[in-house]
């Protein structure tokens, strides 16, 4: 096992798949000579050479438009959009096409194109480099949408991706790049390498998709959450002392509703936690689920927190972002409610 | 054996990277006054010489040559040459305070502010400017004041973006130029929409818009050739190729094989590659595509050939991929010292004024920035409201808006 950051670990996914599979190409703005605005395929050109790992002109479009093409002639694109708030030019080939082939060509083509994308906010970097767009592939029917919070998932999870047979879209959460961070910008940061999922494997393994994960098991209730507010979560829950069961949902479609029903079922109270605008966001989804699946042993309404439904403003950072004050207030209501 | 013929992928070299010698031989050039200039009335396809070639004004004694030549009073010239160096001066000074912490991102324009600022001043005030994040040119030459751009960068309680956008994100609706969109491209194709309600209205007010080469390859590009040249809306259409977007070079936009400014005849919109480091010849293109659009001529699709001196941000390091000095070799020299010695040579400046100038200049900035950072600055002094987070989402804040505001009121207690 080696001590790995995020970026390290999706280096090392995208490294051993290249190193085990001929087809798999990597490609994006930036991402070749340079190794990434954020360095995660550092190095990767100069090991598989200039035809493995492309620089792309500035087009989203072009970029998603042409992994499907490689994809249809037998490739296993990783495609890299820089910043998620930059995959629109993009979304109709992801809609329209990417997530639809399968299906309206009865199976005969399909696309194994992963997506890999920076999102969430903490980083200032206003309402352009800080979005949460996982609702808006959620809706879309034929795609996969994966949100790891730690480097071990990041990179099981990336390789699953990689060998999946659909198509994936990759979130990375960046401001989870260089270490976990619970939401309080006032602490010193802490790095990966004192976290236990900072324990990377060096070579191949998998994470599987379309499994949650219960981070930590707890009675009193339940916190249904993905991405940064993972680590959000469990800060608010302990700074009350509460013994909440923590739910890393990692993979929202599709969605491991057994998990997550199993859990809130046994508490009797649930909380979702996202960083993207609340109205109409992935919680939506989860809430409606455990409502229907879990409705007789609802003790308290099912809670929601998220950022606000403005975009998301660089002066106000840290009032937009959902950090630990309002999950706990969250919380607070849950438990007093009966 | 005769090699068996196949096809085989392509990958653009750019000429050096760190390490490597600065090499610009990939640059096609022409001396200063070798471009005839037409009347504004000529065809597309006609310009296919000015879209390969390259416009210049300036020669390398710093004269003035050939039918290009604007023939600006030395007041006019003076201006200019004030305009770019405030731009520099500005920039220059924004990039200390980052570093220092006070602002929290800056993109500079250094190299770049003849772009900007030429074409501004060819242009009249009611004419409407789509800029990028490196035209603070613009600002400088229609006159906002100085601490109103710096309370933007500092995201202080005067800030006209009310705390929303990042540093650089300008918008002045008075001076008529456009808020600046962090996504790539996107007022490419406005400008054009822009264009076409002041044909609507029966205006003759033009519309202008710059992206960097690298942004060309946007389908937004395409999206704003076809509809400029479908209705011939007044436009003018720059690509600034400064030879890298971030980390990329200029070839894999398309520079490779052909100009920028040659994608316009093929779309039937006139190309015209200018020497984007020489004030007079943009000056002088940028006044014959007015022209045109004002006559109803139509769209104007201008390359300027200019340099990236500067990084791509703050939070860029371009000696990771491009050679340290590059900008030293650069052919087409500096757009501030050009204009100068052309003004010395014409016995209108001296480097005396020069230097007056400059500290002039660097005084306004530092005094500026004092009264700036009275209002705040990111992390110290009075700050912004946070209610104005839920404002202007839509012009009237909906019921779960102002619900989310009260929440936070009682959130920070
Ligand atoms: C749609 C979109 N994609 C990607 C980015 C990230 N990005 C910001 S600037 C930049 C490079 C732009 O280069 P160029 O257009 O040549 O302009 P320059 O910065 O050189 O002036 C990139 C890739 C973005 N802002 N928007």
Partial sequence: MAKMNMIQALNSAMDVMLDRDPGVVVLGEDVGYFGGVFRTTDGLQRKYGEHRVLDTPISELGIVASAIGMAVNGLRPVAEIQFADYIYPGYDQIVSELARLRYRSAGEFYAPVTIRTPCGGGIRGGQTHSQSPEAIFAHICGIKVVMPSNPYDAKGLLISAIEDDDPVIFLEPKRLYNGPFDGDPDKPAVPWSAHARGEVPEGHYTVPISKAEIVRAGRDATIIAYGTMVHVAEAAANALGLDAEIIDVRTIVPLDAETLCESVKRTGRCLIVHEATRFGGFGAEIAATVQEECFWQLEAPIGRVGGWDTPYPHAFEWEYFPGQKRVASALEALMSAS | MPSRLRSRLHVPKPPARPGNKSDFSYLKLQPAGAQPKPDVRISAQATLPLATGLVRVLDDNHSAVGAWDPHLEPEVLQAGLRHMLLTRVFDERMQRTQRQGRISFYMRSYG??????????????????????????????????????????????????????????????????????????????????????????????????????????????????????????????????????????????????????????????????????????????????????????????????????????????????????????????????????????????????????????????????????????????????PDLMFEDVFKDMPAHLARQRDQLRAERG
Avoid at chain 2, 302 to 318: L, N
């Fill in chain 2, 112 to 385: 770049e502010e003849a772009v900007s600022v030429a074409q501004a001043m060819a242009l009249r005030p009611g004419d409407m400017l789509f800029p990028s994040y490196r035209n603070q040119g613009l600002y400088m030459v229609r006159g906002r004041p100085l601490v109103e751009l710096m309370c933007q960068l500092l995201s202080n309680t005067r800030d006209m973006c009310k705390g929303r956008q990042l540093p650089v994100m300008y918008h002045w609706r008075q001076g008529n130029i456009f808020s600046i969109s962090g996504n790539l491209t996107t007022q490419f194709p406005q400008a054009v929409g822009w264009a076409m309600a002041a044909a609507i209205k029966g205006e003759d007010h033009v519309a202008s818009t710059w992206i960097g080469e690298g942004s060309s390859a946007e389908g937004d590009f395409h999206a704003g050739m076809v509809f400029a040249e479908v209705y011939q809306a007044p436009v003018l259409l720059n690509i600034v190729n400064n030879q890298w977007a971030i980390s990329t070079f200029q070839g894999f936009a398309g520079g490779e094989k052909s100009t920028f400014a040659a994608r316009g005849p093929g779309y039937g919109v006139p190309g015209i590659r200018v020497d984007g480091n020489d004030f007079l010849a943009v000056y002088a293109v940028t006044q014959w595509a007015a022209d045109r659009a004002r006559k109803g001529g139509g769209p104007t699709l201008i390359e300027h050939v200019t340099y990236r001196a500067a990084a791509h941000s703050t939070s860029d390091d371009p000696s990771r991929y491009r050679p340290k000095d590059e900008y030293l070799s650069w052919p087409l020299g500096d757009p501030v010292d050009r204009l100068k010695e052309h003004l010395i040579a014409q016995g209108a400046w001296t480097e005396e004024r020069h230097a007056a100038l400059t500290k002039e200049l660097e005084d306004e900035v530092g005094a500026s920035w004092k009264a700036a950072t009275q209002y705040g600055t990111l992390n110290e002094g009075p700050r912004l409201d």
